[in-house]
């Protein structure tokens, strides 16, 4: 089976930059995706890393060290919109195994 | 636009009776999912159809089923709702393998008293 650690909350100032970490333990991995979900809404892709390193998309980073079975989310220039929950997730194949998530709150 | 649409948005049911819920994809994808989601259990996999005819179980299958008549549609029963089941249920699409994007439906929230 697969699982996930992330931490449950984390809070940030306006303009900061913040990393938001997973470990994983899975007996199958293909990659680790990102996703984001507002309060009340459904959640988002934003990231997929099959491969060891750095993925940018705009303020928002993805890493993946397969080795060390671990990634991170790495958002800059935080604005006060990028407050919601971010759930790492485990690509087993053709489905996803999902972590708690991690509830971020931007403060002015 | 293509989209995913679940029905209904909010349902509150008795227990033991049946629900079915509804999702709609117009992505022309072949992978479709249900997942449920509560409060400090992120999202969890029920089941999942990897194309018309197929269907799989997933992580917390127990109580629910679905069927895959169409490539658009795949409803999610609840065959006799207990209180347990009162949940967060989203429905997902995707063309490809596990990493590519999932596209989550609206949500349906489901209230079993």
């Known amino acids: 089976g697969q699982s996930l650690e992330q931490p449950s909350e984390v809070t940030a100032v306006e303009g900061a930059i913040v990393q938001i970490n997973c470990t994983y333990q899975?007996?199958?991995?293909?990659?680790l995706s990102w996703y984001q979900q507002h309060d009340g809404g459904a959640p988002t892709f934003l990231s997929y890393?099959?491969?060891?390193g750095l993925e940018e998309t705009g303020r928002f980073s993805s890493f993946l060290s397969r080795s060390d079975s671990y990634g991170y989310l790495l958002l800059q220039e935080l604005q006060m919109k990028d407050s919601a929950s971010y759930f790492c997730a485990v690509d087993a194949g053709n489905m996803l195994t999902f972590g708690g998530g991690t509830r971020l709150m931007v403060k002015p | 636009d293509a989209e995913i649409t679940q029905s209904p948005r909010h349902k509150i049911t008795e227990t033991g009776r049946q629900v079915t819920l509804a999702c709609h994809q117009t992505?022309?994808?072949?992978?479709m999912f249900w997942y449920r989601q509560d409060l400090g259990h992120g999202l969890r996999l029920i089941h999942y159809s990897y194309g018309v005819q197929d269907t799989n179980k997933g992580e917390v299958s127990d109580g629910y089923s679905v069927s895959r008549s169409n490539t658009e549609d795949l409803p999610l029963t609840l065959e006799s709702a207990a209180s347990s089941q009162t949940s967060v249920y989203f429905c997902?699409?995707?063309?490809?393998?596990?990493?590519?994007?999932?596209?989550f439906g609206p949500g349906t929230r489901l209230t079993v008293t």
């Open positions: 997902a699409s995707s063309d490809g393998a596990g990493g590519s994007e999932q596209y």
């Open positions: 890393n099959a491969l060891d």
């Open positions: 992505w022309n994808h072949n992978n």
């Open positions: 899975t007996s199958g991995f293909y990659g």
